[in-house]
């Protein structure tokens, strides 16, 4: 039988400092208070009040009053005011889904945090990083680290609702990892927590807890508790008048009942469901995904293949039409910045060359003044002469202070990039003996890895993207972004399909178009890709311009030569790939990747590589590396471990390098088959 699909349907319960205030009238009595607070610190408590408020009900006007608090604590040097402040930014900015700029202030809060020993905040920005990590990221090596260091701090105080809300996180973490014994057991400490305190207040945080306990024993078969708890969280919902909550739980219900074979009853609560949550003010995307599937599900159980069909195709629409939008708005955003700061990097350097135009000038007229010998005149040139260099000092100074902040800005995308990429430790535990040779040209890279680990399947690969440093950047994200698509969420495995969705997705999301409908954009990638299939020993390849590598022991069983194989040095073997990109090249729109799949041995070692290493220029005739030479190194490094190996490639292209600049990104991976 099919495995029927099922959407996760967690619902996340936010971190809050501050309890809300009561009523609008009590806010209006905050703001009268803070004019005559007493003290800084007496105010900035109060500022912090209303902002919650405001934040608490989607309003904007939060932000005024974080950013009065902070103003007024970075000048008093009041660390837990910054520290708050820069995290319910973080928290803000997470929920209109601007991710940079979430990361970008957590990351501040932490750093303050941690320097100035603000630990109960360092549970708050904990739990906001473990989140942003699981959900916008998909990194759950991360938010595992994260949620495990937010429960340690909890427990260590005795408020039991903070301590609900971080076993409520790690649970989310291991049912995002299919952990499921974990999962529930988080969840169900957390429920006991929040009941024993018995607080009406606390009657959405114990709804919440419960739908996720549901979609567990959903995930278990377990449908009888499943439907239990879910009823239990729907009665509060109801009673609250949560209509997210109560659409959300109506579908986790349908879907309960279509997998339990009653699709009648199935249709009708995910129809109630999406009913409610078009009808919502700021609706809710993962509802009506869930509710379209759902949908789908239970009209082809009882045979109604053409509503069926329409509830897939809404489906399919749906998410494209999400997916590009918030794929165009983040690109769009960071090149309107890095354009804007270009600008006014080029406007203040032209001011200046004006003024030193100028200067010049007036140095001519003050010199024809002093051959008349006119000692007054002498005496102002020096004065006017001295003014021009304090200007030009301090425009100088102004320049430097500019470029600091480009650089900065440009240093912090680095560490924003390099948290996207796959962490050493899941590497490690993913591929096992292993090393990375990553070398970006400027501060950060067009080139990426990137990995995944199924259950019997490890697939990793490398990607030269178009453009260097923040160009490369920006499309090196968007690479990252689509593999996480394909891969983890649409669960394709197999190395051509991977490709030819890759290709097909980045041609949507940069809106290139065929020719004869308008101008035509070439940004893509090239990329080597290989799924290791480690219950038979294969390794199946597909690649975009990037060759795959074989280093296999002299005497050991060799490999067939065939038109798309070849054999160099008797034991090295070298896999082409496909000689298009990923993205829009004229002649090869209507070309598939393919796939070569390879028997692998004990011992055997495989290399990814992009074309930055064997590019290079240099040597005593300033030239390229070239291939042959980079084939040949590859084959020397027979019996040599790969710690070895990576520290011999590295020193090899840095004496060949010598005084030239980096031709290109390098990015390199090289795998032992244990």
Known sequence: ????????????VFVSFLAEAQNRRHIDSLITVCKTAPDDTSKVVKLNDIATYFYGRHNDSAFDFINQASEISRKHNFYGGIAYAYLLLGEMYMQKG?????LDYLLKSLDVAEKNGKTTILGDVYDNLSTLYRQSMKNDTKALEYSTLALQIRREGSNKLSIA?????????????NNLPKALENFTE??????ALKNKGNLSTEADIENNIGSVYTDLKNYDSAVAYFNMALVIYDQRKDSDGVATTYCNIGNIKNMNGNPDEGVKDAMAGLMLARKMKDKDNDIIEAAYTFLAEGYAQLGDYKKALDYETALSNFKDTAFAQAGSKQVNELQVKYDSEKKEKENQILELNNKKQKIISYSIAIGLLLVAGLAFFIYRGFKDKQKAHDELAEKNKIIEEKNKDIV??????KRIQHALLTTDEYLKDSLGDYFVLYKPRDVVSGDFYWCYNTRNKVIFTVADCTGHGVPGAFMSMIGISLLNEIIIENKIDDAAAILNALR???LKTLQQKEKGQGAITRDGMDIALCVWDKTKNEIQFAGANNPMYIVRKSGHTGIAENNKLRVHNNHLYEILPDKQPIGFMEEKMDSLFTSQTIKVEKGDIIYIS????????????NKKFTKRKFREMLASFNGTELNGQKLSLDTTIEQWK?????????????????
């Open 1 to 12: 039988m099919k495995k029927l699909y099922k959407l996760l349907l967690l619902l996340f």
């Open 98 to 102: 601007d991710n940079k700029l979430a």
């Open 165 to 177: 809300i971080s076993l409520v996180n790690m649970g989310n973490v291991y049912y995002d990892m």
């Open 190 to 195: 957390a429920l006991d927590l929040v009941n």
């Open 408 to 413: 900065d800005s440009i240093n912090y995308a």
């Open 504 to 506: 097909t997705n980045l």
């Open 610 to 621: 992009t074309d930055g290493y064997h590019d290079q220029f240099g040597g005593e005739s």
């Open 658 to 674: 010598n005084i030239n600049a980096q031709t290109d990104d390098i990015c390199m991976i090289g795998v032992k088959i244990s």
